[in-house]
């Protein structure tokens, strides 16, 4: 194998791996977020949850567990559904 080819194999593989696995991972992110939030709003009974749910949902995502359930408790959420919330966010 040439090494021209061989070099484009390489960088090729490099850019779907570095860049193709980022937009795969994106919506499994997402989703997670989701399910978060929608274990809040299942306690606010159909209610849509406010920004500060979202984000502290964002922050279990990153995985600072006791920053999301501390974030989600001040926004009056019950500390069972806080856990339970933040415990699915980085799955």
């Not at 989701?34 to 709003?41: G, H, L, R, S, T």
């Not at 501390?70 to 966010?89: D, H, I, N, P």
Request: net charge negative; hydrophobic share 40%; charged share 15%.
């Amino acid at each position: 194998m040439r090494t021209s080819t061989r070099i484009a194999g390489v960088l090729t593989g490099l850019t779907l791996a570095l860049g193709g696995g980022t937009a795969l991972m994106a919506p499994s992110a997402q989703a997670d977020v989701a399910q978060c939030i929608n274990q809040v709003e299942r306690e606010l009974q159909g209610g849509e949850a406010p920004d500060s749910v979202r984000m502290s949902c964002y922050v279990g995502l990153t995985g600072d567990h006791a920053k999301c359930v501390s974030g989600l408790t001040e926004t009056q959420v019950s500390a069972a559904t806080a856990e339970s919330a933040c415990r699915v966010a980085p799955e």
